[in-house]
C-alpha cells in the first residue's frame, strides 16, 4: 500500500513537470502567429492597410523598423510593424476600470516583413488566447478583434 502511495506521488509529480514543459515549450507558438504573404512587401503592405481601413479598423501609427535601424547605423530587411485601432472595440475595454489592465497591449498590432530567404512574412499577437485567459468582456473583446485581424491578415497571406 504504501509503495503505491509514493509510486502515484512521483507519477504525479512527473507529470506536472512534463506538462509545465511542454508548456513552456509551447507557449511562444501559441501567443504569437506567422504566415506567409502571397504579395511582396510593398504589395502586402498596400493589401493590408487598405483591407484594415474598409474593415473600419484605423491605423494610427506605422513603425518603419527598417528605417529605425538605419538611423541607428544598423542594416535590416523591410519590417513595418502597424499600431491597429478600432474605437468601438478600444471603447468598450477602456471605458471599464478593471478592464483598463489591458491597455498596455493596446492599440493591436501586426508586422510585415522580409525574411532572409527572400519571401514576405506577417505575424500577429493570439489576442484570442490571451483575452480568454482573462475572461469577462476582455474575452468577448479580444475575440471579435481576433476574428477581424485574421480576416485582415487572411489578405495577404497565402
Same mark, same amino acid.
Given at each position: 500500500?504504501?509503495?503505491?502511495?509514493?509510486?502515484?506521488?512521483?507519477?504525479?509529480?512527473?507529470?506536472?513537470?512534463?506538462? =509545465?514543459?511542454?508548456? *513552456?515549450?509551447?507557449?511562444?507558438?501559441?501567443?504569437?502567429?506567422?504566415?506567409? %504573404?502571397?504579395? @511582396?512587401?510593398?504589395? =502586402?503592405?498596400?493589401?493590408?492597410?487598405?483591407?484594415?481601413?474598409?474593415?473600419?479598423?484605423?491605423? /494610427?501609427?506605422?513603425?518603419?523598423?527598417?528605417?529605425?535601424?538605419?538611423?541607428?547605423?544598423?542594416?535590416?530587411? @523591410?519590417?513595418?510593424?502597424?499600431?491597429?485601432?478600432?474605437?468601438?472595440? !478600444? *471603447?468598450?475595454?477602456?471605458?471599464?476600470?478593471?478592464?483598463?489592465?489591458?491597455? =498596455?497591449? +493596446? /492599440?493591436?498590432?501586426? %508586422?510585415? *516583413?522580409?525574411? %532572409?530567404?527572400?519571401?514576405? *512574412?506577417?505575424?500577429? +499577437?493570439?489576442? %484570442?488566447?490571451?483575452? @480568454?485567459?482573462?475572461?469577462?468582456?476582455?474575452?468577448?473583446? +479580444?475575440?471579435? !478583434?481576433?476574428q477581424e485581424s485574421e480576416?485582415?491578415?487572411? =489578405?495577404?497571406?497565402?
Amino acid at each position: 500500500m504504501r509503495k503505491e502511495i509514493i509510486f502515484g506521488i512521483v507519477g504525479l509529480v512527473a507529470g506536472i513537470l512534463l506538462t =509545465s514543459l511542454f508548456a *513552456y515549450r509551447a507557449a511562444p507558438g501559441m501567443m504569437l502567429k506567422e504566415a506567409e %504573404s502571397k504579395y @511582396n512587401f510593398e504589395q =502586402s503592405v498596400e493589401v493590408f492597410e487598405q483591407t484594415a481601413h474598409d474593415m473600419g479598423w484605423k491605423i /494610427p501609427t506605422v513603425h518603419d523598423m527598417k528605417e529605425t535601424m538605419d538611423g541607428f547605423g544598423k542594416e535590416v530587411l @523591410n519590417a513595418k510593424v502597424f499600431e491597429l485601432c478600432h474605437p468601438e472595440h !478600444a *471603447y468598450e475595454i477602456l471605458k471599464l476600470d478593471d478592464e483598463r489592465i489591458v491597455s =498596455s497591449m +493596446m /492599440p493591436c498590432r501586426v %508586422s510585415i *516583413y522580409e525574411k %532572409s530567404d527572400g519571401k514576405v *512574412y506577417v505575424s500577429w +499577437m493570439n489576442t %484570442s488566447m490571451m483575452g @480568454n485567459m482573462m475572461g469577462g468582456v476582455i474575452a468577448d473583446v +479580444m475575440g471579435i !478583434a481576433s476574428q477581424e485581424s485574421e480576416q485582415m491578415i487572411s =489578405s495577404i497571406k497565402k
